[in-house]
């Protein structure tokens, strides 16, 4: 059983972050990730559809006989949480609650930043958590869209990633936050423009990392953490596009990734 692979989904390429931080402090757990490149983005689809999707993308993780499932997406956390722990019948980790705790333990003003994109802000699943982890709590939401676009393209120290960052992070300045959640799978990889149009003064919360800890936590609570001490076994599915994948996803994984699957169906 321990020797089982993890699986981490997302509606794209944005959740091999999330895989990037559970290898980097897991490197013995062997690793399932599906994207579902077809269908990418769930953002601005409708929460029922969403769902559809969220359950078929466990499914497949399912068929390879995973220990534990990551969602990666954070629209998927949001809306279909409790659609997938119900299809997967495995534990399930989202990547909003352990992102919205980490960052109450950083805070020491209680106001909190939060960028993602637009549907994701617009659920408002981040200051719901954020709230009920502590009402006292400011919370100061921005979408910033442009961010997912300029970090597929690669310009992660561009003279525009910059001039976009300060942008969208001036009214989060004003507002006078010191703990910002990276609430989207991609903006860890534009986390240099993020700091900087702060002034590096504000503790930013990549939500992916936290998502990470709770998984180890739940490893270890549930005494599923694999014992080999052998690199781990990383394999990657896509429903569309695996050559594009590959060449993007390298950068937000930090390494290279061997051959990528495409799989029928979605």
Avoid at 43 to 54: C, D, L, W
Avoid at 109 to 117: E, L, N, Q
Avoid at 123 to 147: E, N
Avoid at 197 to 206: K, N, P, R
């Amino acid at each position: 059983m321990n020797e089982k692979p993890i699986g981490v989904f997302d509606s794209g390429i944005g959740g091999l972050t999330v895989v990037r931080a559970i290898h980097r402090r897991l490197p013995h757990e062997n690793m399932v990730y599906f994207g579902d490149t077809a269908r990418v983005p769930y953002g601005p689809k409708s929460p029922q559809v969403v769902r559809e999707y969220a359950a078929q993308d466990a499914g497949f993780l399912t068929s390879h006989d995973v220990k534990l499932i990551v969602v990666a997406c954070n629209t998927v956390s949001a809306v279909a949480l409790d659609v997938v722990t119900k299809q997967a019948r495995v534990p399930v980790v989202g990547v909003i609650h352990p992102g919205a705790a980490e960052a109450r333990s950083a805070t020491r003003s209680k106001r909190v930043g939060v960028i993602g994109t637009i549907a994701t802000i617009s659920s408002g699943a981040y200051t719901h958590a954020l709230r009920q982890l502590d009402p006292s709590i400011t919370v100061v939401p921005q979408a910033c869209p442009l961010f997912v676009p300029l970090a597929e393209e690669g310009w992660t120290d561009h003279a525009v990633t910059h001039m976009v960052a300060k942008e969208y992070l001036f009214p989060l300045k004003l507002e006078k936050i010191d703990t910002l959640i990276l609430g989207c799978t991609h903006y860890p990889v534009l986390r240099t423009a993020i700091q900087a149009a702060l002034d590096g003064t504000v503790t930013l919360i990549d939500s992916g990392e936290a998502a990470a800890h709770d998984v180890e936590r739940l490893l270890d609570a549930e005494g599923l953490r694999n014992q080999s001490s052998q690199r781990a076994n990383l394999r990657f599915f896509v429903s569309d596009l695996p050559a594009k994948f590959t060449e993007v996803g390298e950068r937000f994984l930090g390494e290279k990734m061997g051959r990528v699957h495409r799989v029928g169906g979605f």
